[in-house]
C-alpha cells in the first residue's frame, strides 16, 4: 500500500527534465537538483549528455514536461 502511495504522489508531481549539455559534470548537478526537488514534491528526470539531439527532444515530447532545463557549465576546468 505505501509503494503504490508512493508512486501516486510521484505521477502527480511536476515533472522537470533536465538535459546535460555537454558533460557528466551537468548531469550531477541535475541529478542534485533532483535530489532537493524530490523532497519538494517535484521530480526531475536527467537525460545523458550521451543522447544524440534527436534523442533528447523525443524524450521531452514524450514526457511532456512541465518544464525543462539545460544544464551547461563553461569550458575548461572548473574553479577549485
Known sequence: PEAKREAADEEQSPLVIGVAA?????????????????????????LSSGLVQSERIAKIVERSPELVIVSSLPPGKAPQ
Do not use: F, G, P, Q
Open 22 to 46: 555537454h558533460a557528466e559534470e551537468e548531469a550531477i548537478l541535475l541529478e542534485m537538483l533532483n535530489a532537493t526537488c524530490r523532497e519538494r514534491s517535484c521530480r526531475v528526470e536527467v
